[in-house]
């Protein structure tokens, strides 16, 4: 880029001098010249010198002779230029500001500062000493934001990058043992560090790639998932759009406690759904120690581990959100309800034939597969039909309701009773009868 000069000549009365010389030399000298040209009529020069460099001009109309000095230095109340340009220390290139076509005045304000600091400019590599505050987003569509690590790590760089196919995907990369952290007022708030993220914690000692959160003293929700399709409408313990939640089972003694949320349009929709897959051949043995493709394991602490539940503690218990229904004991006892829902509840069997009842049932569930045939079978008015009415069935038949079923047991081991006395009764009539008959 060549050094533009340029000025007026002028006599003392304001009169413009025309065919004064203007030449131009290396600061401080007055050889060679470096270029030379002649006032024009309104006595206007101009030079373009080719080679960047600080020059001096001297300006000659007869035997007056005036210099322009690099080095000379002005101060003034207020200074108004077109094109502004600030030389190097090295005497090489020039910064140059060019203002943009305005629609009215504006005004850049200089910040007071606290002490010597550096411009930043646009496309130039800087260094913030100090924190930079945006109002405004930050675009990263064209480039990345990279500062250096603080920790002694090898090549310790954190760039947050978007992939350059467009997508917007940022990337944030760490430095192996780099952390990055989110602070308010310099607490903690959020940790990441190799896979592992924090959450108002710094450290997890039994996790290595995982998600910790220390929910501190809180005891509502400490995970919540929502969806836009679901409206559950119990508002008094969750948001509508709310479909599983996650806290504490009891606030002072923790426990892990999950809800599950349907809209509830249809009935055959489970709010909480436990599924396991297994991805070869599960586990067929039958054994106190075999393993379940879906596992429950209820057990307490011992002094610094867990131990087995003694026989009388309760491994499980399924209530109906008041009442306990099933429970299973240490010993694998099993616990049920006296009686299930529905109209039969606490009605015996006695008015049906109870036996007849019990065979229909056998024969129905192997399909009368290995079953010894009789005549007494074919004098079993009993059905299926009436094992579904009784309760005893469910309503397709695929499952049988325990207690109806120890009900019906009951009924016919009674009824077997009955016929055993009542035999019993008529062999000790006819014993009499025959003592009689022989005495006579």
Same mark, same amino acid.
């Given at each position: 880029?060549?050094?533009?000069?340029?000025?007026?000549?002028?006599?003392?009365?304001?009169?413009?001098?025309?065919?004064?010389?203007?030449?131009?030399?290396?600061?401080?000298?007055?050889?060679?010249?470096?270029?030379?040209?002649?006032?024009?009529?309104?006595?206007?020069?101009?030079?373009?010198?080719?080679?960047?460099?600080?020059?001096?001009?001297r300006v000659t109309s007869?035997?007056?002779?005036?210099?322009?000095?690099?080095?000379?230095?002005?101060?003034?109340?207020?200074?108004?230029?077109?094109?502004?340009?600030?030389?190097?220390?090295?005497?090489?290139?020039?910064?140059?500001?060019?203002?943009?076509?305005?629609?009215?005045?504006?005004?850049?304000?200089?910040?007071?500062?606290?002490?010597?600091?550096?411009?930043?400019?646009?496309?130039?590599?800087?260094?913030?000493?100090?924190?930079?505050?945006?109002?405004?987003?930050?675009?990263?569509?064209?480039?990345?934001?990279?500062?250096?690590?603080g920790v002694a790590v090898?090549?310790?760089?954190?760039?947050? *990058?978007?992939?350059?196919? %467009?997508?917007?995907? @940022?990337?944030? +990369?760490?430095?192996? &043992?780099? /952390?990055?952290?989110?602070?308010?007022?310099?607490?903690?708030?959020?940790?990441?560090?190799?896979?592992?993220?924090?959450?108002?914690?710094?450290?997890?000692?039994?996790?290595?790639?995982?998600?910790?959160?220390?929910?501190?003293?809180?005891?509502?929700?400490?995970?919540?998932?929502?969806?836009?399709?679901?409206?559950?409408?119990?508002?008094?313990?969750?948001?509508?759009?709310?479909?599983?939640?996650?806290?504490?089972?009891?606030?002072?003694?923790?426990?892990?406690?999950?809800?599950?949320?349907?809209?509830?349009?249809?009935?055959?929709?489970?709010?909480?759904?436990?599924?396991?897959?297994?991805?070869?051949?599960?586990?067929?043995?039958? *054994?106190?120690?075999?393993? %379940?493709?879906?596992? @429950?394991?209820? +057990?307490?602490?011992? &002094?610094? /581990?867990?131990?087995?539940?003694?026989?009388?503690?309760?491994?499980?218990?399924?209530?109906?959100?008041?009442?306990?229904?099933?429970?299973?004991?240490?010993?694998?006892?099993?616990?049920?309800?006296?009686?299930?829902?529905?109209?039969?509840?606490?009605?015996?069997?006695?008015?049906?034939?109870?036996?007849?009842?019990?065979?229909?049932?056998?024969?129905?569930?192997?399909?009368?597969?290995?079953?010894?045939?009789?005549?007494?079978?074919?004098?079993?008015?009993?059905?299926?039909?009436?094992?579904?009415?009784?309760?005893?069935?469910?309503?397709?038949?695929?499952?049988?309701?325990?207690?109806?079923?120890?009900?019906?047991?009951?009924?016919?081991?009674?009824?077997?009773?009955?016929?055993?006395?009542?035999?019993?009764?008529?062999?000790?009539?006819?014993?009499?009868?025959?003592?009689?008959?022989?005495?006579g």
């Amino acid at each position: 880029m060549a050094v533009e000069r340029a000025g007026f000549v002028y006599t003392n009365a304001g009169v413009a001098i025309q065919g004064a010389t203007v030449d131009a030399f290396d600061r401080n000298t007055t050889t060679p010249n470096r270029g030379t040209t002649t006032t024009d009529i309104n006595g206007y020069w101009t030079l373009s010198i080719a080679t960047e460099g600080r020059y001096d001009v001297r300006v000659t109309s007869g035997s007056s002779i005036r210099f322009l000095k690099y080095d000379a230095s002005e101060q003034m109340q207020e200074l108004e230029v077109n094109v502004l340009k600030i030389r190097d220390s090295n005497d090489t290139h020039t910064y140059e500001f060019v203002p943009s076509d305005l629609a009215a005045n504006r005004t850049i304000t200089i910040p007071l500062l606290a002490g010597n600091d550096t411009l930043p400019l646009i496309g130039f590599a800087q260094t913030w000493s100090a924190i930079q505050t945006h109002s405004a987003r930050i675009d990263m569509s064209a480039s990345a934001i990279r500062w250096t690590s603080g920790v002694a790590v090898t090549a310790a760089q954190y760039e947050i *990058t978007r992939d350059a196919d %467009g997508t917007n995907q @940022l990337h944030f +990369n760490v430095p192996t &043992g780099a /952390t990055f952290e989110w602070s308010t007022n310099d607490v903690s708030q959020m940790v990441f560090n190799a896979g592992l993220l924090l959450i108002n914690a710094t450290s997890a000692a039994n996790a290595t790639i995982a998600v910790v959160i220390q929910q501190g003293a809180n005891d509502n929700n400490i995970f919540e998932l929502k969806s836009s399709d679901v409206a559950n409408g119990i508002t008094d313990i969750a948001e509508t759009d709310t479909y599983a939640q996650v806290r504490k089972a009891t606030a002072a003694e923790g426990g892990f406690f999950l809800r599950g949320f349907t809209t509830g349009v249809t009935g055959a929709t489970s709010p909480v759904f436990l599924a396991g897959s297994h991805g070869g051949t599960p586990d067929t043995t039958d *054994t106190t120690s075999s393993v %379940g493709v879906v596992r @429950l394991s209820g +057990n307490k602490k011992s &002094g610094t /581990t867990i131990a087995a539940l003694a026989a009388t503690e309760n491994i499980l218990t399924i209530d109906d959100g008041s009442l306990v229904r099933f429970l299973i004991k240490g010993n694998g006892a099993l616990h049920a309800t006296n009686v299930t829902g529905g109209q039969l509840d606490g009605t015996a069997l006695d008015a049906f034939d109870d036996i007849g009842l019990v065979r229909v049932w056998q024969r129905d569930r192997v399909s009368d597969l290995g079953i010894a045939m009789s005549k007494w079978d074919e004098a079993i008015q009993a059905s299926k039909a009436e094992l579904i009415q009784l309760g005893v069935l469910s309503s397709k038949g695929d499952f049988y309701n325990l207690q109806r079923m120890n009900d019906l047991l009951g009924g016919a081991i009674w009824q077997l009773h009955c016929h055993d006395q009542e035999l019993a009764e008529r062999v000790a009539i006819m014993e009499e009868r025959l003592l009689a008959l022989g005495a006579g």
